[in-house]
């Protein structure tokens, strides 16, 4: 039978998002079938890429709701929906479109969450790429490299790396602040990684 992961996820696309992404998008979303050639992206070699926009269980209390607005000259994405996520539809397509995201690094896109699950995935940007948990993976290095804070503008540096779970790792700096890897990108930039 399979499980459900869910996706949301919204973000307004770039003014100079190709014709043919939107296109894609709004064939995804309405289930019209798209008839030009297809991008060369992993995305587009998964199982059900055409029609995961669309799809809805009822293990999830929201109706499946995808769309394309467009507001005062820009275009977002909305997206709601969830699948059987077998062949990683989800993060490929979230791989697919994150270089249309009009989206600054850091800035929370969305999250996704597994049937099972009772936490979610967040969803962040970072360069042209989407980073959850499981991507994350902190170096020993880290200590002892300088970061700055975005809110702030105060300048630390990491001290110590700890594993709190599977996936979960918490960041110390010298003000003795700690927070989570997932949060990394959102929280600080690095000044100067060597």
Known sequence: MGMYTEL????????????????????MIDGSFYEDELPDHNFFKTNRWDW??????????AK?????????????????????????????????????????????LGHSRYEESEEPTLIYKEKDKTYTKKD??????????????????????????????????????DCNYVFKLENFSFVCEWVKYE
Not at 14 to 20: L, M, S, V
Not at 52 to 61: E, G, H, I, N
Not at 147 to 165: C, H, Y
């Open 136 to 173: 994350l993976k902190p170096k020993l290095e880290w200590i002892g490299q300088e970061v700055k804070f975005r809110d702030t503008g105060e300048i630390r540096t990491i001290t110590d790396l700890s594993k709190v779970a599977d996936y979960d790792w918490e960041i110390t700096c």
């Open 52 to 61: 995961m926009l669309q799809s809805d269980s009822y293990y999830f209390d």
């Open 64 to 108: 499946t709701e995808s769309k394309l607005v467009k507001e005062e000259g820009k275009i977002y994405l909305r997206i709601q929906c969830n699948l059987k996520n077998y062949d990683r539809e989800i993060e490929e397509f979230l791989d697919w479109i994150m270089p249309y995201c009009d989206k600054e690094v850091g800035d929370y």
């Open 8 to 27: 949301n996820f919204n973000s307004e696309l770039k003014k100079d998002t190709p014709e043919n992404i939107i296109t894609i998008l709004k064939c």
